[in-house]
């Protein structure tokens, strides 16, 4: 019983081994070749051109009632306009304004308050208008002629020490106000003022400082009421903004300089 068991084992062992050998011979032995495609470059994204970079502009305006604006608004006051037209015309770019004046400073106040403050010298831009209240208050002419030099000498100092940064304004001519007109002194008021804008534009023409001349503007203010303000007095919204289209050339190129 043992060795026809053991027989009937050989004889499955060796027909499962045939079987696999014909399984074998009709097994498929070329297969679809797997074709690998290349990876895609990736197409660089282009860097974007940087934006002009935004520059930072300051002003510094000093004076007296004729720069802090007396009656009128604060946006309508000669620097803060002057500053609004710098600003639409470079929307890009930044502009702060900062203004040393108050009615009826002289150039003894003016340089007071300059010299008892720490002020910064860095600034872009610096205009200077001085001196109506010296004639006005009938200070010596002589006090005038001293004070005035060392006020732009200032003023260079705190426009980074570049005189080509620095506007001196004209005096304006408050004769032709009603409030000028009945003082009765129109004559002499007008030339006090002439000799103190000619001893100014003087000295910047010999220094090479910037002169703007806006007097004859503020003559007009008896036949254009419109250039003088509610006090009868001062320049108008309107007689500031003929300041400005005069300055702003000016202070275009001193700020391109």
Known sequence: MKNSVKWIAVLLGLILSIGCSNDD?????????????????PIPTPTPAPNPSTKSFRYLAL????????????TCRF?????????????????????????GWTTTNLLSVINGNSLESNYDL????????????????ALYEKEFPELVTKAIALAKGDKTN?????????????????TGNQSKISTEIDAYNAFAEKYCLENAIVYVYITDITRTGLQNPSFVATDGLHPSELAY???????????VVALEN
Request: hydrophobic content about 35%; aromatic content about 8%; some cysteine.
């Open 25 to 41: 011979s009709t097994r498929v032995t070329n297969p679809i070749p797997i074709v690998i495609q290349p990876i895609p470059t």
């Open 63 to 74: 004076g007296d009632s004729y720069t802090i604006g007396q009656s009128v608004c604060e």
């Open 79 to 103: 620097p803060e306009q002057l500053k609004a037209s710098l600003q639409t015309r470079s929307p890009k770019d930044a502009f702060s304004l900062k203004i040393i004046a108050q009615t």
């Open 126 to 141: 610096v205009t200077l208008l001085i001196g109506v209240n010296n004639q006005y208050q009938n200070r010596p002419f």
């Open 166 to 182: 620095v506007i001196v304004v004209s005096i304006p001519d408050y004769a032709y106000t009603p409030f000028g007109e009945q």
């Open 241 to 251: 903004a003929q300041f400005v289209s005069r300055i702003m050339p000016k202070a």
